[in-house]
């Protein structure tokens, strides 16, 4: 199977794949293709239609500010942070590629239960990567610190929201590698009924 094999639906489905920010490269994609897969994200399922998720599109222009936002939520949250844990955290804001980050936004107090919410937000990140990985392009979602970081939060997030991830959308610059994957019997087991 190869990348971005379109010839069906379980072949797009089968060879999907995550690709590191770190080696992507450009092209990106266009502001309209990038709007095509944030709607595809949002058709996910929702239980009360309470759309508990927003994106937040990082745009090229804003990418050093991320970078200076990384460097002072480390410099604040972890002052001995070793220069080789800035510098990658710098690079990871400069990385190619279109950035989106996926916030949980749930609607507290609400008869749909916040995990409920919450996986919600997880199906529209995925959602994304299928988007992506189906118009050509690689996506990687992380999170690392900068998703927990309180300062980063402060500069991304509104009230009651929270970061999911970091999705980066773009080109593959290497080959991507088959991770190795479960087998099905040691992640699946067959429901036998009640004990009793």
Known sequence: ???????????????????????????????????????????????????????VVVADDQ??????????????????????????????????????VVLSAPTEAHKVPVWEQQLSCGAAA??????????????GWITGWQAYSPTVAEAICGPGERIAGFVYIGQPGRELEERPRPPLETIVRHWSGPAG
Request: charged share 20%; no cysteine; proline share 9%.
């Open 63 to 100: 990418r050093e500010g991320l970078a200076e936002l990384f460097r002072a939520a480390l410099a604040s949250e972890e002052p001995d942070a070793p220069p080789a844990k800035v510098e990658k955290a710098v690079d990871l804001a400069r990385s190619a590629g279109a950035l989106v």
């Open 126 to 139: 995925m959602n994304l990567l299928w988007a992506a990985h189906a118009m050509g392009f690689v996506g």
């Open 1 to 55: 199977m190869t990348l971005n094999d379109r010839t069906s639906t379980l072949s797009l489905l089968a060879t999907r794949r995550s690709g590191r920010p770190r080696d992507m490269v450009p092209p990106a994609p266009s502001p309209s293709e990038l709007d095509a897969m944030l709607s595809i994200a949002a058709r996910t399922p929702d239980h009360g239609m309470l759309s508990p998720w927003r994106f």
